[in-house]
Nanobody, 124 residues
Framework: QVQLVESGGGSVQAGDSLRLSCAASGRTVSTYSMAWFRQAPGKEREFVGSVSWSGLATYYADSVQGRFTISRDNTKNTMYLQMSSLKPEDTAVYYC?????????????????WGQGTQVTVSS
């Protein structure tokens, strides 16, 4: 089994930056693809971005393209989400996910493991 734990959330001002981490334990996720999703109050959970097992391929939602960057360090079994130019509409609970395939996907149903989430609040 894989356990995922997100950290780094908090309250920031619009325009600020924040970096989230997702630490995996239980087994190595170096051959797994991983992703970030988020859920704002009253809305469905949505795809933010994904990264392939190697870290070489990343994909982003249009809403965060150019502002967010996903990376991973397989030596640390950890994935990161660097968020910059944050907007109030980025306010949400951010979840990391992992799936037992090397390529990422936008479909949350395709992920096998999930973290508990970390709150990000952006005020104007």
């Amino acid at each position: 089994q894989v356990q995922l734990v997100e950290s780094g959330g908090g309250s920031v001002q619009a325009g600020d930056s924040l970096r989230l981490s997702c630490a995996a334990s239980g087994r190595t996720v170096s051959t797994y693809s991983m992703a970030w999703f988020r859920q704002a109050p009253g809305k469905e959970r949505e795809f933010v971005g994904s990264v392939s097992w190697s870290g070489l391929a990343t994909y982003y939602a249009d809403s965060v393209q150019g502002r967010f960057t996903i990376s991973r360090d397989n030596t640390k079994n950890t994935m990161y989400l660097q968020m910059s130019s944050l907007k109030p509409e980025d306010t949400a609970v951010y979840y990391c996910a992992a799936r037992r395939l090397r390529g990422g996907s936008r479909g949350e149903d395709l992920y096998d493991y999930w973290g508990q989430g970390t709150q990000v609040t952006v005020s104007s």
